[in-house]
């Protein structure tokens, strides 16, 4: 089978991103054929082997022929890219979608694919309606964050909803969200996880003290903290250095892994509090995202706004426990077996949670949070999910 993957951001520094690199390797490994077209500002381009990459080209440090000149559009901030759509002009908007049809129809002539799976129920998946391949949309929930600053894409959502055959929801917020904004796709709604690469992660034994100086930290810690994840408002990072200033302490190491705009108010921050054992890591890939996770104490993730956090699977695989935000359903992700809940915006309770992990009085397993990660959401179960609902589409 033929699969052409569509993305409203880079492979890198979104969740969507990594959602699609993985779904891509695994159909290559299954023996079919993918394409992917997404946006992109550098050609510098994550390669995904055997995977034919069709990048959009915006403005952003590099020059590249047939650019458009503005970088592109994100309902919350990317790490290369501050540029939201509810601030597009019309001429920005039609620029985009004109540069998103060339590339669908290049494809729909040259890689001629069987079926179509976009990402966000947004303006890129409006555009599939208008053309004979059946296709599915994936909704990972960010898209609702533009739609509740405007309403100048609806058009693109209602378009992208009565052409599609399936919509993917995430999670139990996502699934309410998309029935509340379009009531129109109850019928053609399926619940599907996100899912991790387990070849990717996974637990090892590791030599905390040498993982921490390949990193250029050459102090030793007896308890290490990880966040993973975009730099923004949304990440509620600023929680997480308030909680830090409660629990911090010598042998305490906080490491923040990620990029964007936020970075820069947030070491001011952390100089207002007088943190010392805050290092900000900038983005890793999944081989050093392995290590980390496999020498953390904990993964803390204080969104304010999350649909699945894959990066708390995937820490959970490497057998370490999660503290994340009690909302948006992720009481049904991060039970009491595997992880801790706190309030959003608390960073007493936050401190609180994370001190009864440091000071074990609550204890997990390490081999029974990776095993629940993979019985539950590796990549194996959700690619299985998709090709049937690729097939089914196809035989529609």
């Known amino acids: 089978m033929r699969i052409l993957l569509i993305n409203q951001f880079p492979l890198v520094g979104s969740g969507s991103g990594v959602y699609v690199t993985n779904i891509a390797k695994s159909l290559v490994q299954k023996g079919h054929e993918v394409c992917i077209i997404m946006p992109e500002n550098t050609t510098n381009i994550i390669n995904v082997e055997n995977v034919k990459i069709h990048p959009v080209y915006f403005t952003r440090e590099e020059v590249i022929e047939?650019?458009?000149?503005?970088?592109?559009?994100?309902?919350?901030?990317?790490?290369?890219?501050?540029?939201?759509?509810?601030?597009?002009?019309?001429?920005?908007?039609?620029?985009?979608?004109?540069?998103?049809?060339?590339?669908?129809?290049?494809?729909?002539?040259?890689?001629?694919?069987?079926?179509?799976?976009?990402?966000?129920?947004?303006?890129?998946?409006?555009?599939?309606?208008?053309?004979?391949v059946p296709y599915m949309i994936t909704s990972h929930g960010a898209e609702f964050i533009t739609y509740r600053r405007t309403d100048i894409f609806d058009n693109y959502g209602k378009n992208a909803i009565e052409g599609c055959k399936k919509v993917i929801a995430i999670s139990d917020d996502n699934i309410k969200e998309i029935?509340?904004?379009?009531?129109?796709?109850?019928?053609?709604?399926?619940f599907v996880k996100n899912g991790y690469n387990s070849k990717?992660?996974?637990?090892?034994?590791?030599?905390?003290?040498?993982?921490?100086?390949?990193?250029?930290?050459?102090?030793?810690?007896?308890?290490?903290?990880?966040?993973?994840?975009?730099?923004?408002?949304?990440?509620?990072?600023?929680?997480?250095?308030?909680?830090?200033?409660?629990?911090?302490?010598?042998?305490?190491?906080t490491l923040i892994v990620g990029?964007?705009?936020?970075?820069?108010?947030?070491?001011?921050l952390k100089e207002e509090l007088g943190l010392k054992n805050i290092v900000f890591l900038g983005s890793k890939n999944h081989g050093?995202?392995?290590?980390?996770?496999?020498?953390?104490?904990?993964?803390v993730l204080p969104s304010r706004k999350e649909a699945l956090p894959l990066v708390a699977i995937e820490a959970m695989a490497c057998g370490t426990p999660a503290v994340v935000t009690n909302q948006s359903g992720m009481d049904k992700i991060i039970t009491k077996?595997?992880?801790?809940?706190?309030?959003?915006?608390d960073e007493q309770m936050l401190a609180e949670k994370i001190s009864l992990i440091l000071n074990n009085e609550v204890v997990f397993d390490k081999n029974e949070l990776s095993i629940?990660?993979?019985?539950?959401?590796?990549?194996?179960?959700?690619?299985?999910?998709?090709?049937k609902l690729y097939e089914e589409i196809r035989e529609k």
């Open 179 to 190: 029935k509340e904004k379009f009531p129109e796709a109850e019928d053609k709604m399926i």
């Open 337 to 345: 077996e595997v992880g801790l809940l706190f309030d959003m915006d």
């Open 66 to 132: 047939g650019q458009l000149d503005f970088n592109f559009p994100c309902m919350d901030p990317h790490p290369r890219s501050n540029f939201l759509f509810n601030n597009m002009t019309e001429i920005q908007i039609k620029q985009y979608e004109v540069a998103f049809r060339n590339a669908i129809e290049e494809e729909l002539e040259n890689f001629k694919p069987d079926v179509i799976h976009s990402q966000h129920i947004w303006i890129i998946s409006g555009l599939l309606k208008d053309y004979n």
């Open 259 to 268: 990029d964007g705009e936020y970075l820069k108010e947030l070491n001011v």
């Open 200 to 253: 990717d992660f996974f637990i090892e034994e590791l030599d905390k003290k040498q993982v921490l100086e390949k990193f250029g930290i050459k102090k030793e810690f007896d308890k290490v903290l990880l966040f993973v994840g975009r730099i923004s408002v949304m990440k509620g990072l600023d929680v997480l250095l308030k909680a830090a200033k409660i629990y911090e302490k010598e042998n305490i190491l």
């Open 372 to 387: 629940y990660a993979k019985n539950n959401y590796s990549q194996e179960i959700l690619m299985d999910k998709l090709l």
């Open 288 to 299: 050093d995202l392995r290590l980390l996770y496999n020498i953390s104490d904990i993964l």
